[in-house]
């Protein structure tokens, strides 16, 4: 097991924002976390990145505790993360984006390896490449902001929320890289509203409400399930 998560607690200011949650990665796998807004899936994402620190509970990489570790600690132990809202540099090239993900010395060695699987994964970036970030497209921005991510080399790619604000064609495209991400090796977790799109690829799937989970299964097994079809599907 890649990540495993155990009564994992995290609040704000001493209001809890989730509690007991348990969770758990495969190597190569992708999960994805549904659930509606205010949830606690961007918590749960930031606090696996070390953005925020548990109040309880255990936190673990292949066995290594992440729960005390620095952001660029956990960085340095697998794992990436593709923030909400993507948080270019938008004053910089494309390239020079990308180029931040491999700041880690172990990545740093491999940038020229790294920059050819992000332009091949994303031709266009290689096109627009000397591009200011700022005036990209949304998906385009979204490519560099996942590119950046794999320019550090995971083992686990932390995605929230990815197809955000998102053009439906785009959308499809952006999920077909992620497919393509977990074939070349990465396990990814996925936290998304565009439910019908996440459970498509996903291998499982945890339902977070309230913080808390309230469900968890194959995608198939919770798509059945006449709750989850009529508050995440409409149906």
Sequence with gaps: MLLEIDS????????????????????????????PNGAGKSTLINTIAGLLKPERGTLRLAGVDLGKLAPHLVCRQGVALVPEGRR?????????????????????????RSLDRVYQLF?????RRQQLAGTLSGGQQQMVAIGRAMM???????????????????????????????????AILLVEQNVAQAMEIADRAYVLEEGRIVAAGLPTELLAQSRIKEAYLGL
């Design 123 to 127: 031709p266009v970036l290689h096109e």
């Design 8 to 35: 994992l607690n995290v609040g704000y200011g001493g209001a809890p924002a989730i509690w007991d949650i348990a969770l758990k990665v495969d190597d190569r796998e992708i999960v994805a976390v549904i659930g």
């Design 152 to 186: 550090a080399e995971p083992r686990l790619l932390l995605l929230d929320e990815p197809s955000l604000g998102l053009a439906p064609a785009i959308v499809g495209e952006m999920f077909r890289a992620i497919e393509r991400i977990q074939s070349e090796g990465v």
């Design 88 to 112: 270019l540099f938008g004053g910089m090239t494309v390239e020079e984006n990308l180029e931040i993900g491999c700041y880690r010395p172990e990545a740093r060695k491999d940038r020229a």
